[in-house]
């Protein structure tokens, strides 16, 4: 059967290899290998590993932008989330999603089974356990979407089970593109490297996610606007790494080197470039014309909506037409921004927009742009609308999303469902308004008016005591200094023979994020200096309202 992607295309009458008995498999010792695994070299296997190692980075990219564009309150959760995501749907795809995809047991045009708790044989491990890896982290990436689509107000622990079970979302939409049992894969729907099948499974799964669990608190009170980034540079610092990242998403979907493979990995690599150009080409202008400023939120989202519009056609895009794709990617994520919010589906970091309708225009731009292939034969001799192809492959394309879609909105919702009724997803408003970072993880951060949040909800007769009344350190105190300091207090205020007269300290300036100076509330430099043993050799004369104190003497006897 003519290629349609690079993904494994697990089938049960691959050739024999050794180990294998084709003639009596029931009692052989494991399935047999799929076409391209069996035809796997070592040298294709480092190229995959090697990506799918590049891919798992872009975990840190999307903790980094979606912890940026949340409140500083939140931004350790979003965090959480994303190590989650690796850590139970990593689990959950080890155990049932890789069989789901690409099981070798049993097959149907819907799903397939077999290969659950993922294992191999010493003369297949190789090839396996590399189309493993790669597809795993193609798997985490689709889950890691919604998390920043319902950041600051969904519960942890019904997260957590969400991550879990969304395995099943991404595997099976996986299968019908990627496997050779698929009805997607068998009517020749082309997705190189996961519009669809990562993008716009996640893109969905996080629109229907903000349905179900409503907008933050306030949130659309003062108009559309959106909020203000807790962190700016992080949120650059994230769209960096997904950017480097994206180069090992398409180029390693190519899913080898040998033969032309190669050469569609290098052509990937310069189109992945072009389209994130073209995207924030677009970003900037549109930025710069609207509000004489250069958004780094337009900035951030057209770059990535680039990225995603290209992955579905990556290999086989002329580099010009990767400029056009990436430019009407970029296009779509900032303008439809906003009417999201108009609808007041509350997506604090644009999952929607960038993944859900990026993802969409990648692959229906097949169906147009797209040359029939002569090296690999992935679009079955087919060309795009533009190219003189007819309508056929972009039927076939638009008939892809339709199905994805579908799939998508109606698992998560069911998936919800069923979660809302042993955990409720959302916060309640009093955690909500206290911030994730301190309600799930116990962290309290410097100068967010956490004090007046915890004065108003004090008498809130619903709230855990604990939550207001055993508050954590704040986020960088030194609490040995702090025990040091409270102890000289106590000794100077005990003190016999001498009064310290003591200048009240004012509190430090905010900064641009308000947080205050960490060292308000110190004893200052001249302080300090003045009271130790070389400046008291100069000390003036004594008077009647003070008298001086080597506070030397009295840390010394305060040392453990």
């Known amino acids: 059967?003519?290629?349609?992607?690079?993904?494994?295309?697990?089938?049960?009458?691959?050739?024999?290899?050794?180990?294998?008995?084709?003639?009596?498999?029931?009692?052989?010792?494991?399935?047999?290998?799929?076409?391209?695994?069996?035809?796997?070299?070592?040298?294709?296997?480092?190229?995959?590993?090697?990506?799918?190692?590049?891919?798992?980075?872009?975990q840190s990219g999307f903790g980094l932008l979606e912890s940026g564009c949340v409140s500083l309150k939140n931004e350790v959760n979003i965090m959480v989330k994303n190590a989650v995501d690796v850590i139970l749907g990593g689990l959950s795809y080890w155990v049932f999603g890789y069989g789901l995809s690409f099981g070798t047991a049993y097959s149907n045009i819907f799903f397939a089974a077999g290969d659950f708790a993922v294992s191999a044989p010493e003369q297949d491990m190789g090839p396996l356990f590399a189309t493993y890896i790669f597809q795993l982290s193609f798997a985490t990436t689709a889950t890691t979407i919604v998390s920043g689509a319902i950041a600051e107000r969904f519960n942890f622990m019904a997260y957590c089970m969400f991550s879990f079970i969304n395995t099943v979302v991404y595997c099976i939409p996986?299968?019908?593109?990627w496997g050779e049992h698929g009805f997607l894969y068998k009517m020749g729907a082309i997705d190189i490297a996961g519009s669809a099948g990562v993008h716009l499974v996640g893109g969905v799964s996080g629109l229907v996610a903000c349905i179900m669990v409503g907008p933050r608190l306030g949130r659309y009170d003062h108009g559309h606007e959106p909020f203000p980034m807790g962190s700016p540079t992080n949120a650059m610092l994230g769209m960096f790494m997904l950017w480097?990242?994206?180069?090992?998403?398409?180029?390693?979907?190519?899913?080898?080197?040998?033969?032309?493979?190669?050469?569609?990995?290098?052509?990937?690599?310069?189109?992945?470039?072009?389209?994130?150009?073209g995207g924030g080409l677009f970003g900037c202008a549109f930025s710069l014309i609207t509000t004489k400023k250069l958004m780094i939120g337009d900035l951030i989202n057209s770059v990535l909506g680039g990225l995603v519009a290209v992955t579905a056609g990556c290999a086989?895009?002329?580099?010009?037409?990767?400029?056009?794709?990436g430019i009407v990617g970029g296009m779509l994520a900032v303008v439809t921004m906003p009417l999201v919010d108009r609808l007041k589906i509350d997506d604090p970091v644009g999952a929607v927009s960038v993944h859900g309708v990026g993802g969409l225009w990648g692959v229906l731009a097949i169906g147009l742009f797209v040359d029939a292939d002569s090296l690999e034969k992935i679009t079955n001799g087919r060309a795009g609308l533009f190219?003189?192809?007819?309508?056929h492959l972009l039927g076939v394309q638009t008939l892809c999303c339709v199905c994805i879609i579908i799939w998508s909105a109606v698992v998560t919702f069911i998936l919800l469902f069923l979660i809302n009724k042993v955990k409720p997803i959302r916060m309640s408003a009093h955690e909500e308004l206290l911030g994730a970072d301190l309600v799930e993880h116990g962290i309290r951060h410097q100068g967010l008016g956490l004090s007046r949040t915890v004065s108003a909800l004090r008498r809130h007769s619903q709230i855990d005591p604990k939550l207001v009344t055993?508050?954590?350190?704040?986020?960088?105190?030194?609490?040995?200094?702090?025990?040091?300091?409270?102890?000289?207090?106590?000794?100077?205020?005990?003190?016999?023979?001498?009064?310290?007269?003591?200048?009240?300290?004012?509190?430090?300036?905010?900064?641009?994020?308000?947080?205050r100076d960490s060292s308000a509330g110190l004893p200052t430099k001249e302080l300090i200096n003045e009271t130790s043993p070389k400046a008291s050799k100069e000390r003036p004369k004594k008077s009647s309202a003070v008298a001086w104190i080597n506070f030397d003497e009295h840390l010394d006897g305060m040392q453990p």
């Open 1 to 58: 059967m003519p290629r349609t992607s690079f993904h494994p295309r697990p089938s049960l009458t691959a050739e024999v290899v050794t180990g294998y008995d084709m003639d009596n498999m029931t009692n052989s010792t494991a399935a047999p290998l799929p076409e391209d695994r069996a035809d796997m070299s070592w040298d294709d296997a480092t190229w995959i590993m090697t990506a799918s190692f590049i891919i798992f980075t872009m």
């Open 174 to 177: 996986a299968g019908w593109l």
């Open 244 to 277: 480097w990242g994206w180069l090992g998403f398409n180029c390693g979907s190519t899913f080898g080197v040998r033969g032309h493979k190669w050469k569609y990995a290098a052509r990937s690599a310069v189109t992945t470039i072009n389209a994130s150009l």
């Open 316 to 325: 086989l895009y002329h580099t010009w037409e990767a400029v056009v794709v």
């Open 387 to 391: 190219k003189g192809g007819g309508w």
């Open 470 to 515: 055993e508050l954590p350190p704040e986020v960088g105190s030194n609490l040995g200094h702090m025990s040091m300091l409270k102890k000289l207090r106590q000794r100077l205020s005990q003190s016999q023979r001498s009064v310290v007269e003591v200048t009240p300290i004012t509190p430090a300036p905010r900064s641009a994020y308000g947080a």
